[in-house]
Nanobody, 121 residues
Framework: VQLQAYGGGLVQAGGSLRLSCAASGLTFSRYAVGWFRQTPGKEREFVAAITWSGSTYYEDSMKGRFTISRANAKNTVYLQMNSLKPEDTAAYYC????????????????WGQGTQVTVSS
């Protein structure tokens, strides 16, 4: 099983990025996928999640700015990030777990390698 997160980069405040999480080696449509982020010295933080059926959940501070979606035929989940702020700067990770979603990173079974997002002021 492999998850590959990509799409990060450097963007100015107010800008947008779209992250992608490509999965292989699992029946992707049966898994919930979450995005988490982490900065040095801090715990991994829940960002958003999407269930196998397409229901979505967001951390409160991301609602209205971030949109998670999935394309099961492509084994890919996306995180569209708009109106980015400097405090969104972090390494972003995608993760998958069977069944329902969770906001707890410890319950996710498979992880991508992370992609860095840097938002300049």
């Amino acid at each position: 099983v492999q998850l590959q997160a990509y799409g990060g980069g450097l963007v100015q405040a107010g800008g947008s990025l779209r992250l992608s999480c490509a999965a292989s080696g699992l029946t992707f449509s049966r898994y919930a996928v979450g995005w988490f982020r982490q900065t040095p010295g801090k715990e991994r933080e829940f960002v958003a999640a999407i269930t196998w059926s397409g229901s979505t959940y967001y951390e409160d501070s991301m609602k209205g700015r971030f949109t998670i979606s999935r394309a099961n035929a492509k084994n890919t989940v996306y995180l569209q990030m708009n109106s980015l702020k400097p405090e969104d700067t972090a390494a972003y990770y995608c993760a998958a777990k069977p069944g329902s979603y969770s906001t707890s990173y410890s319950l996710y079974e498979y992880w991508g390698q992370g992609t860095q997002v840097t938002v300049s002021s």
